[in-house]
């Protein structure tokens, strides 16, 4: 994993974990302080903190934006953004809501596939 896909991964679950009132106060002091970091990393850039406002409500464009940022003011390189993130990440893991992940309960389903690029054909009778 690339340091741009550990902030963005930290971001985005830390984002999720906070609107579904899931996060507790020590994910919610890892991920201030993700967000803190990255603030002052990406201050004397021009733009770069609205790319890291703006949210994902384009996810694609969001994080290819975002991306780009923290490339280019080194933040994906800083050793302290990247355990701020880790550190985030392992707190949500320990909550049960890693980057990526969901719980899903498929007891009674059918018909039903569960993970990435997946490809399912079904016939019913």
Do not use: C
Not at 84 to 106: I, N, S
């Amino acid at each position: 994993m690339t340091g741009v896909e550990l902030i963005i991964g930290a971001l985005a679950a830390g984002s999720a974990a906070g609107i579904a009132n899931t996060a507790g106060n020590a994910i919610g002091d890892a991920y201030s302080a993700l967000k803190a970091l990255l603030t002052r990393r990406l201050s004397t850039r021009s733009g770069a903190d609205a790319a890291l406002e703006s949210g994902a409500a384009d996810l694609s464009a969001w994080r290819a934006r975002l991306g780009a940022e923290l490339i280019r003011s080194g933040a994906a390189d800083d050793q302290r953004v990247l355990e701020a993130a880790r550190q985030l990440l392992d707190l949500l893991d320990a909550t049960g809501m890693p980057d990526g992940r969901h719980h899903v309960d498929l007891r009674m389903a059918k018909g039903v596939q569960v993970g990435n690029y997946n490809t399912q054909n079904n016939a019913f009778s």
